[in-house]
T-cell receptor
Framework: NAGVMQNPRHLVRRRGQEARLRCSPM?????VYWYRQLPEEGLKFMVY????????ESGMPKERFSAEFPKEGPSILRIQQVVRGDSAAYFC????????????FGPGTRLTVL | AQSVTQPDIHITVSEGASLELRCNYS??????LFWYVQSPGQGLQLLLK??????LVQGIKGFEAEFKRSQSSFNLRKPSVHWSDAAEYFC???????????FGEGTQLTVNP
């Protein structure tokens, strides 16, 4: 029973490039959450998606960040024109029900912006 | 808005000693509470969770936590710490309507031999 999968595990980008982070939820899970962990900080919620719908994006920066969870394929967190402040660990979690079910986390993608 | 406070940024214990990590939450109703552990460079692993019922919950790796409504606390305990328990521990809360987790700032645990 595969857990939440994220790739790549490590991503290096130069300022101004685009970063694409992928998340495949656990089998049977249809809810995906993205969190960001900045250096020396805790985890902060970014966005909550269901298949083809963004449910809550109140934690997403207003510019350059977007997320999707298409009918087929993984969820994608996209960061355009990356800046050094985007360097962080990005974690995806998935759950099976809407009502406060348990969220299971992937191993994360560590983004470094040069 | 819900919030979580972990008062201890860093705790050091000796191997074999008991452990208690503190967590206080702020939420209008009975929340759903979680403890996660994160080893360096890794993702978060769920240790235990409280939804309702018995206020003392058992988790993996010998951990337990007690929900105390009167103190708005959900402290994590382990009677005898192992060197492999060295990691960062996060308390988190989600409202009963589901959706986002709100995390505390984490407690870094160091275990001395």
């Amino acid at each position: 029973n595969a857990g939440v999968m994220q790739n790549p595990r490590h991503l290096v980008r130069r300022r101004g490039q685009e970063a694409r982070l992928r998340c495949s939820p656990m089998k049977g899970h249809s809810h995906v959450y993205w969190y960001r962990q900045l250096p020396e900080e805790g985890l902060k919620f970014m966005v909550y998606l269901q298949k083809e719908n963004i449910i809550d994006e109140s934690g997403m920066p207003k510019e350059r960040f977007s997320a999707e969870f298409p009918k087929e394929g993984p969820s994608i967190l996209r960061i355009q024109q990356v800046v050094r402040g985007d360097s962080a660990a990005y974690f995806c979690a998935s759950s099976g029900r809407l009502e406060a079910d348990t969220q299971y986390f992937g191993p994360g993608t560590r983004l470094t912006v040069l | 808005a819900q919030s979580v406070t972990q008062p201890d940024i860093h705790i050091t214990v000796s191997e074999g000693a008991s452990l208690e990590l503190r967590c206080n939450y702020s939420y209008g109703a009975t929340p759903y509470l979680f403890w996660y552990v994160q080893s360096p460079g890794q993702g978060l692993q769920l240790l235990l969770k409280y939804f309702s019922g018995d206020t003392l919950v058992q988790g993996i790796k010998g951990f337990e936590a007690e929900f105390k409504r009167s103190q708005s606390s959900f402290n994590l305990r382990k009677p005898s710490v192992h060197w492999s328990d060295a990691a960062e521990y996060f308390c988190a809360v989600v409202g009963t309507s589901g959706s986002r987790l709100t995390f505390g700032e984490g407690t870094q645990l160091t275990v001395n031999p």
